[in-house]
């Protein structure tokens, strides 16, 4: 079905071109799944489209996401022919039981391997991925990961809390009692780790989830936060106007058929409401080392919600789990281990 997505995905982008501004397109992302089992023929094509459809003296950032046993110098190199300046790899483990265990196709080798190919062929804007958290890890093994990830020298990683998605494999294995979920305490001690080991490595903790290089953040990622506008195709892709957001069915085969043979478009949409889009507002950029700014909030949102934010923000100031500088909110250290409930707390239910 390969060669039937990249042309749905091709007639998608011409049904929808009209939704986006054309000319203030800065990042493309080729993401979502396993984008290097494509052939280099068949990224060539989806690329080739593009470039002939968008200015690409204007993209910034070009990433690509790939698999470590994926990775050959021809294949990046084929990339960076596209205009691909940017790699997202999912390693998540140097730790070869744990990889067994979550299925992954590569080794700790391979992966090791993977990054120095790339660097070979040209591509130095390198990010990884690393989960934590697994049932079979231990704070040993993952700070061994951890080290493993610095040594690799990539510019940007990373890190996610295991979570158990309902009918994954793992989430039916915890549910049967073959494996015990890694407890709450090792997990707080694991994310404690990797802000000390990855601080101290110069990696800046600029989301609660990613680390970077100074000047490495991913530009696509913060345009999300930013609640700046995108077009996202394919299958299960989301998209964004400013006011409304559009969600592609989660089957391919649906997916192609609505796309290719009924020629229309494949989403379903939803109106936000102006205390959704706040709401989303405060879960988004809370979750960055820039926090929210009060001037934004009262511009986008006006006084009752920028009142409402200052009113609800106040016992966490004062406990120190969230501070204000410069007109700006933001988690403390000891905030980012209570965010979800914070973000909670500061949202608006009418």
């Known amino acids: 079905m390969v060669d039937k997505y990249i042309d749905a995905l091709i007639e998608e982008f011409k049904i929808r071109i009209h939704e986006i501004d054309n000319n203030n397109i800065t990042t493309i992302y080729i993401g979502g799944g396993t984008p290097s089992q494509l052939t280099p023929t068949q990224?060539?094509?989806?690329?080739?489209?593009?470039?002939?459809?968008?200015d690409f003296s204007k993209i910034e950032e070009f990433t690509i996401e790939v698999n470590p046993d994926d990775v050959t110098y021809d294949y990046i190199k084929k990339c960076i022919s596209l205009g691909i300046n940017r790699v997202s790899m999912g390693i998540q483990s140097f730790v070869d039981k744990e990889l067994r265990f979550i299925n992954r196709r590569h080794n700790s080798t391979q992966a090791q391997q993977a990054v120095a190919t790339i660097k070979q062929a040209g591509i130095t804007n390198i990010s990884i991925d690393l989960i934590y958290g697994l049932p079979l890890q231990t704070i040993d093994s993952w700070k061994y990961s951890i080290k493993r990830a610095i040594e690799m020298d990539v510019?940007?990683?990373?890190?996610?809390?295991?979570?158990?998605?309902?009918?994954?494999p793992i989430y039916n294995m915890r549910k049967?009692?073959?494996i015990t979920e890694c407890s709450e305490d090792d997990c707080i001690l694991m994310y404690e780790t990797l802000?000390?080991?990855?601080?101290?490595?110069?990696y800046e903790h600029y989301e609660i989830s990613n680390y970077?290089?100074?000047?490495?953040y991913s530009?696509?990622?913060?345009?999300?936060?930013?609640?700046?506008?995108?077009?996202?195709?394919?299958?299960?892709?989301h998209s964004f106007d400013g006011t409304t957001r559009r969600y592609n069915p989660t089957s391919i085969s649906e997916y192609i058929k609505k796309i290719?043979?009924?020629?229309?478009?494949a989403y379903d949409e939803e109106h936000e409401t102006i205390y959704e889009r706040y709401n989303e507002y405060i879960m988004i950029?809370?979750?960055?080392?820039?926090?929210?700014?009060?001037?934004?909030?009262?511009?986008?949102?006006?006084?009752?919600?920028?009142?409402?934010?200052?009113?609800?923000?106040?016992?966490?100031?004062?406990?120190?789990?969230?501070?204000?500088?410069?007109?700006?909110?933001?988690?403390?250290e000891q905030g980012i281990m209570l965010s979800d409930y914070i973000i909670r707390n500061l949202m608006y239910l009418p």
């Open 212 to 216: 970077a290089k100074p000047k490495h």
């Open 176 to 178: 049967l009692g073959k």
């Open 285 to 332: 950029n809370l979750r960055t080392m820039w926090g929210i700014n009060l001037n934004t909030i009262k511009e986008l949102f006006g006084d009752t919600l920028t009142n409402h934010l200052i009113k609800y923000s106040r016992k966490f100031i004062v406990c120190g789990q969230l501070q204000e500088v410069n007109n700006r909110i933001t988690l403390t």
């Open 219 to 237: 530009k696509h990622n913060s345009n999300y936060w930013n609640l700046t506008p995108y077009l996202g195709l394919g299958a299960s892709a």
């Open 155 to 168: 510019p940007h990683i990373s890190c996610y809390n295991l979570s158990y998605e309902e009918g994954t």
């Open 195 to 202: 802000i000390k080991e990855l601080s101290a490595a110069g």
């Open 260 to 265: 290719t043979e009924l020629h229309k478009v």
């Open 43 to 54: 990224i060539d094509k989806l690329v080739t489209f593009l470039n002939s459809n968008l």
